[in-house]
């Protein structure tokens, strides 16, 4: 019988963390966030949901003699607000309670379903943006 008990308590958990995760991602979804590059001469307003909702370019950005140097601060902008979004997503995630759940579900992989694996919710950030940003 404490076989069963258990089985719901587990069931409990999982469906609590999946309430927490949804009520994350909601929240990451609406916030905004602003990538800039060359020093604020380019700026894009980017959605967690990623949709992307401003672009704004200084006019001592723009050289027309030098339009590939434009198309890299755009480009790092937009990696600029997708690495925001990224972190806003872990942080999120980090502050989830996962309880016995922490270490995975037996059978699953070590991780929990939809996540990708197990969920690091010690808030450190060892993971690499890509290409440098500007």
Request: aromatic content about 2%.
């Amino acid at each position: 019988m404490s076989d069963q008990f258990d089985l719901n308590a587990l069931l409990s958990q999982a469906m609590e963390m999946q309430s927490q995760l949804q009520d994350a991602q909601a929240a990451a979804a609406q916030a905004e966030v602003v990538g800039r590059s060359g020093g604020g001469a380019v700026e894009v307003t980017v959605t967690g949901s990623m949709q992307f909702l401003d672009v704004s370019i200084r006019p001592d950005a723009v050289d027309p003699d030098d339009i590939a140097m434009l198309e890299d601060l755009v480009l790092a902008a937009l990696r600029d607000a997708v690495a925001q979004i990224d972190a806003l997503q872990q942080s999120s995630l980090a502050g989830l309670d996962l309880g016995a759940l922490g270490g995975g579900l037996p059978g699953m992989g070590g991780g929990l379903p939809g996540l990708g694996g197990v969920v690091d919710t010690t808030g450190s950030d060892d993971t690499v943006d890509g290409p440098e940003r500007q």
